[in-house]
């Protein structure tokens, strides 16, 4: 459904991916694995058009969108909850929920705020009054509401605490269980492993390994290779 084939981007004249290639198919759970540094965020900037790829091509359900608008990316159906989780911060929780619904999403505020329900609880809250798990929560339910077609999540867990992380957790399977396939950027190997059918680890640029769940499950060297900290 997702197929990015051979991706350079760039900063200016750094070459950031060199050469990056995935697929994500329908109601897969994926995840984009690495180092700081190792091109994550630059992916997921180049899938939605905020980094115009020079060179290779992304097609979503068989039509490219290298080159098209970030805007009309969004229409298509990819949403992106960024790391720093763009929520409006001086508007209250329901009220970030009420721009972002589309009609005709699969999820309507009953359904998220039934996924959510810490959301429910604080919808009278400012943004800007919300913990970190919180403000995360309510950016992946404004992508919810907005009917998207894909979920590219970067980070999301990052920061949080680890009883949060289980609750998110649990949310993203639910996810998943609908059918709404996920691209997800994430340190935490833990919540990859609960969550992911396949993995893929980026290392300066490149993509370096590649593998189902349990092909990555069964070989610790990936990991010690690729993901320990250097
Ligand atoms: P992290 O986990 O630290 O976010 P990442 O794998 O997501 O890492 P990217 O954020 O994609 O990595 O960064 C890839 C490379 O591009 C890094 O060397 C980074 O310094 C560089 N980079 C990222 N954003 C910019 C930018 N706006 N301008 C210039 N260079 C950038």
């Known amino acids: 459904?997702?197929?990015?084939?051979?991706i350079h981007s760039y900063y200016g004249k750094s070459h950031v991916l060199e050469g990056v290639s995935l697929t994500v198919n329908k109601g897969e759970l994926v995840t984009l694995l690495g180092r700081n540094g190792a091109g994550k965020t630059t992916t997921l900037r180049s899938i939605v058009g905020i980094v115009s790829p020079r060179q290779g091509s992304i097609t979503f359900d068989g039509s490219e969108t290298v080159g098209m608008e970030t805007f009309e990316i969004a229409r298509r159906g990819i949403a992106l909850v960024p790391e720093h989780r763009g929520i409006f911060r001086m508007l209250t929780v329901a009220e970030n929920l009420e721009i972002a619904v589309r009609s005709g999403s699969q999820w309507s505020l009953a359904d998220v705020y039934g996924l959510f329900p810490r959301l429910w609880e604080r919808r009278k809250n400012g943004g800007n009054a919300l913990s970190?798990?919180?403000q995360q929560m309510l950016a992946i339910a404004r992508a919810l509401v907005n009917g998207p077609r894909i979920l590219l999540l970067d980070e999301p867990t990052e920061g949080l605490a680890p009883v949060i992380v289980d609750e998110l957790v649990n949310i993203l399977r639910e996810i998943k269980r609908s059918g709404v396939p996920v691209l997800l950027v994430e340190q935490n190997l833990n919540v990859c492993r609960k969550l992911a059918d396949r993995h893929y680890v980026l290392e300066q640029g490149q993509v370096v390994y590649h593998g189902t769940a349990a092909e990555f499950?069964?070989?610790p060297t990936i990991r010690d290779r690729y993901l320990a900290l250097s």
């Not at 459904?1 to 051979?6: H, K, P, R, S, Y």
């Open 1 to 6: 459904m997702l197929t990015v084939t051979d």
């Open 132 to 134: 970190g798990g919180e």
């Open 217 to 219: 499950d069964a070989d």
